[in-house]
Every structure is written in C-alpha cells, then in structure tokens.
C-alpha cells in the first residue's frame, strides 16, 4: 500500500520562501516518477514539476521554472519542492503524486497511481 503524506505549505509574503515535503512509504520507488501537481479554487488542477526517482530527472511548468526545485532524498524516501521567489498565483493546494513503474513524467493527473491529501500553500501580496 503506497502512501503519500505531503507537509510543508502555510502562508507566506509575496517574494518569500517554502519547501514542501513528500514522505513516500509501502514500495520501493526506484521505478517511480513523483510530481507535485497543484489546484487553486475553481481551476483544474495543474502540472508543476516532477523527477523521476531512479535517474533524478526533473521537469517543470514553465509557470516555476528558475523558481521551484524538485529533489528526492533515497534514504527518507522523500520528494521535496523547494519554492522560491513566491508569487500571489501560488496559491493552492499542493499535492504530491506517485507513478509506478515508468521512464517518463506525465504532465496529467490521470497519469499517476497514488496521491497524497495535499497541502495548503497561501501567498499573500
């Protein structure tokens, strides 16, 4: 049983700083890509980055690049998002996801087999 457990979102001024954390247990997921997919209130949820677990390749949204940094620690299993430069358009719910068995980061939601309960990230102005 994959679980997901994602902390790490609060409130932060505009231009600030936060990192979440995804806490990965119940497999070995060297054959996994992770992302952290977000939704704001009435819009869809979204694609913000990804990597895969074995090679550590990232991907992002063109919405965070050069902002947000992905990155796995094998021996906690755990994926962090770390967010800089915060913008009042961050705000949203953060949710981490999981696939199995997979070379390639989907940019989907339906794409990935486990989720995380998300965490709130709140950017004021």
């Known amino acids: 049983q994959v679980q997901l457990v994602e902390s790490g979102g609060g409130l932060v001024q505009a231009g600030g700083s936060l990192r979440l954390s995804c806490a990965a247990s119940?497999?070995?997921?060297?054959?996994?890509?992770m992302a952290w997919f977000r939704q704001a209130p009435g819009k869809e949820r979204e694609f913000v980055s990804g990597?895969?677990?074995?090679?550590?390749?990232?991907r992002y949204s063109d919405s965070v690049k050069g902002r947000f940094t992905i990155s796995r620690d094998n021996a906690k299993n755990t994926v962090y998002l770390q967010m800089n430069s915060l913008k009042p358009e961050d705000t949203a719910d953060y949710y981490c996801?999981?696939?199995?068995?997979?070379?390639?980061?989907?940019?989907?939601?339906?794409?990935?087999?486990?989720w995380g309960q998300g965490t709130q990230v709140t950017v004021s102005s």
């Open positions: 996801a999981a696939k199995e068995r997979t070379g390639i980061i989907p940019l989907v939601p339906r794409s990935f087999d486990y």
């Open positions: 119940g497999r070995a997921f060297s054959t996994y890509a």
């Open positions: 990597i895969l677990w074995n090679s550590g390749i990232t």
